[in-house]
């Protein structure tokens, strides 16, 4: 049974910084792209960052220079450190994985439960 399980969220100042971690529990496929996204009250989900398996990275404009993403394949674990965060970036926070299952050669997107992060002005 696969899961994604978030931690590290929290309540920070502005200008401070989190260090959220996702790990993907279950076996038999392997992880293609991981990201991270979020949501604010009343607005769409939104994507954060993501990482290829390779280690390419991409990111939403208003958190570039600010959150690295960044993952261990062998321990199936991403990351998303976020500095100089600001009242904005207040959302809960969601990790998205896309695995391919090795036996059955299916593939499917898997979501976490999300992760609070709040920031106070």
């Known amino acids: 049974q696969v899961q994604l399980v978030e931690s590290g969220g929290g309540l920070v100042q502005s200008g401070g910084s989190l260090r959220l971690s996702c790990v993907v529990s279950?076996?038999?496929?392997?992880?293609?792209?991981m990201g991270w996204y979020r949501q604010a009250p009343g607005k769409q989900r939104e994507l954060v960052a993501a990482?290829?398996?390779?280690?390419?990275?991409n990111y939403a404009d208003s958190v570039k220079g600010r959150f690295t993403i960044s993952r261990d394949n062998a321990k199936k674990t991403m990351y998303l450190q976020m500095n100089s965060l600001k009242p904005e970036d207040t959302a809960v926070y969601y990790c998205?994985?896309?695995?391919?299952?090795?036996?059955?050669?299916?593939?499917?997107?898997?979501w976490g439960q999300g992760t609070q992060v709040t920031v106070s002005s």
């Open positions: 998205n994985a896309d695995l391919y299952f090795l036996q059955s050669g299916y593939r499917r997107r898997y």
């Open positions: 990482i290829t398996s390779g280690g390419s990275t």
């Open positions: 279950g076996r038999g496929f392997t992880i293609n792209v």
